[in-house]
């Protein structure tokens, strides 16, 4: 039990779909980072919000956006989507953005789009 | 650019063998290396992580891993392995100053009574 929660557990949207997933973090952590998952891979990093503001991104295109709330909690939200967006999204948060920081996960939500 | 390899993408072990899951890594710079497990329909746990120090880390369950930095290698160990650890094992990697995660591939550990 990390104390991070996600919601919904489980999605399905079809192609050009709007989606939001959400996720709740521990209380004081100021940091929310975001993952993709796909069927069989290791997570990759969507971006990370440290005090509702952006702070770095990966590889992903502009489709892919984010909030994070006062309230330690945040969003994912994914436009025209696509199949290859089928996965498992996974939120992690940590207190502060050092490199001593652990991250805690949540369960992930599972996205399927046909 | 930074990268990380596991080796081998699934390893079977039969209950109260020692298991190594194996993990190199590339960078050019400092490192912090992390090994996850990954239950099924969960997210991520930390095991265990290596930031300074020692280079042999003690985890949880049971678990060490052991920096080499002329190997540029993280393995895992456990000495006698439960089928209670079945599940898909992480290594990754971030560098100072940055939170993004790169994860390897993974390596589903499948213990055999």
């Known amino acids: 039990e990390t104390g991070v929660t996600q919601s919904p557990t489980h999605l399905i949207k079809t192609r050009g779909q709007q989606v939001t997933l959400r996720c709740s973090s521990q209380?004081?952590?100021?940091?929310v980072s975001w993952y993709q998952q796909a069927l069989g891979q290791g997570p990759q990093f969507i971006f990370q919000?440290?005090?509702?503001?952006?702070?770095g991104r990966g590889n992903f295109p502009p489709r892919f956006s984010g909030l994070q709330f006062p309230n330690y909690s945040s969003e994912l939200n994914v436009n025209a989507l696509e199949l290859d967006d089928s996965a498992l999204y996974l939120c992690?948060?940590?207190?502060?953005?050092?490199?001593?920081?652990?991250?805690?996960f949540g369960p992930g939500t599972r996205l399927l789009v046909l | 650019a930074q990268s990380v390899t596991q080796l081998d993408s699934q390893v079977p072990v039969f209950e109260e063998a020692p298991v190594e899951l194996r993990c190199n890594y590339s960078?050019?710079?400092?490192?912090?290396l992390f090994w996850y497990v990954q239950y099924p329909n969960q997210g991520l746990q930390l095991l265990l992580k290596?930031?300074?120090?020692?280079?042999l880390v003690k985890g949880i369950n049971g678990f060490e891993a052991e920096f080499n930095k002329s190997q540029t290698s993280f393995h895992l160990r456990k000495p006698s392995v439960h089928i209670s650890d079945t599940a898909e094992y992480f290594c990754?990697?971030?560098?100072?100053?940055?939170?993004?995660?790169?994860f390897g591939s993974g390596t589903r550990l499948s213990i055999r009574p």
């Open positions: 992690a948060s940590s207190l502060g953005q050092g490199d001593q920081e652990t991250q805690y």
């Open positions: 209380s004081g952590h100021n940091t």
């Open positions: 919000y440290y005090r509702e503001e952006e702070n």
């Open positions: 960078s050019s710079v400092s490192v912090y």
């Open positions: 290596y930031l300074s120090g020692s280079t």
């Open positions: 990754a990697v971030t560098y100072s100053s940055a939170s993004k995660i790169i």
